[in-house]
C-alpha cells in the first residue's frame, strides 16, 4: 500500500512518522494536519519522542491489544494508520490489529508548534493461536526498521539475513509487497531510484519449502529530492508614515512581520534579522509587549511576539539587530510580527528617506535559503 501526501514547491516529503498496517484509534480522534517539515528528518525544535509502552510485545492472534503513547508535554502523539495520519493524546492508547499473523512495527512522534520529534517505535508480533505446523513454520526473529529513501537516488536495501529464521532450518523464499513506484525486489535486496515522494507500507513475506509462511512490515519514506529548507521573507506595516518635527508626531508605531514561504520550520534559537532607521531618526524595542498600536492601522492593535526576541546588537539606536530566543523557532507558511517605534530626532522638513527591514544572510541554511527575498524598504517623510 502507498500513500500519497500533499507536497509544497518542490514536492519535498512532510515529516512524517511512517505506515501502520490497518491500525486503529481506541477513542475517537481528528485525522491531523499534514505536517510541512524537513526531508532531511532533522528535529529543528528538540522534541523528545514519545514513550510507547510496551515497546515489544508478542500477542496471539485475534486477541485485543493496545500501547499507549506517553509525554510530549503540550503537544500530541502522532501516527500513521491505513486511512491517513492519526493523533492521540498524551497518555492515550493505539489499538493495534491482530486479525493476521506476522510483525507489526509502530513508529510515533510528538507534534508541538509547528515540529516534529524523532520517531519512537513499537514493535508486535502476532502469533498464531494453536498453530499446528507452529514447530515448523518460520518466525520473525528481528523485525526491520523504518528505511528513508530519496526521489531520483538509487535505493539499495538488503533485507538482513536475521530477519527470519526457520526451525528446522528449511531454505525460506522472499517476497515483496507494497513496495514505492520506481523500486523492485529480487528475493534478497530492494533497489531503484524511487519515482516520487511518499510513505510506502512494505510487507514481506518468508516461505519455506513445506509452503509455511510468516511475514513482516516495515516503512519506507520516500523524500524530495530538494533539502527541505525554510524561505524566510520580512515587509513592514506602517501606514501613516509623515514624521512631525515635535511630539506626539514625531513617532511612528509599526510592526516587522517575517513570513516563512517554503512550508519548512526553521531551526531554533538562530533567526536574525536587522532594522535600520536613516539619518535624523532613532528607532526602540521593547521586549515585554505583546500588542502595538501600529500608526495608521485599521486592525488596532496588533499582536506581536516581541517577547520571543532579543536585541543582539544597537549602533547608536539607529540600527538594532535582533536575534529569536532560544527554543523558540519560525515554523512553515507562519507569519511572526515584531513591534518597533521609529522617532524623527533632527531629519529636516521635507526630507525624504528610508527604513529598511533585513533578514541577515544564512550561508548554512539554517533559517533561510534565499538571499533574494531578504530585504523590505519602507519610504518615510519629514513634514
Known sequence: MRLSLQLHAYSALTRCLGILLGLMIAAQVSAAPIITSAGSFSNPCGLTPPTVSPASATVTVGSPFSITATGCAGGIIQYFGSNGV??????????????????????TACSKSGCLSDIAEAVIT?????????????????????????????????????????PNNNPLTLTAAGLPDGLTFNGLVITGPPASPGISQVTITATNSLGLAINTTFTIIVSGAAPAQSDLTPTIDLPQANFAATSPNNSRDFVVEIAELDGFATSTGNVIFTVTAPTGYSISFSNSITSINVSGGLTNPVA????????????????????????????????????????????????????????????????????????????????
Open 86 to 107: 492519526y493523533t492521540v493524546a498524551p497518555g492515550g492508547t493505539i489499538s493495534v490489529p491482530t486479525s493476521a499473523t506476522g510483525t507489526i512495527v509502530i513508529p
Open 126 to 166: 502476532v502469533a498464531p493461536a494453536g498453530d499446528p505446523n507452529a514447530a515448523q513454520r518460520p518466525f520473525v526473529s528481528t523485525p526491520i526498521g523504518t528505511q528513508n529513501a530519496t526521489v531520483g537516488s538509487n535505493f539499495t536495501f538488503i533485507i538482513p539475513a536475521n530477519t527470519f529464521t526457520d
Open 304 to 383: 506581536v511576539d516581541n517577547t520571543k526576541w532579543s536585541v543582539t546588537n544597537n549602533a547608536q539606536n539607529q540600527q538594532l539587530t535582533l536575534t529569536i530566543n532560544g527554543g523558540e523557532a519560525i515554523a512553515g507558511f507562519a507569519k511572526v510580527k515584531i513591534g518597533f517605534t521609529l522617532t524623527r530626532t533632527s531629519a529636516n522638513s521635507g526630507s525624504t528617506s528610508n527604513i529598511v527591514v533585513n533578514v541577515n544572510d544564512d550561508a548554512t541554511n539554517t533559517y533561510d535559503n534565499n538571499s533574494a527575498n531578504n530585504i523590505y524598504s519602507r519610504i518615510i517623510s519629514g513634514l
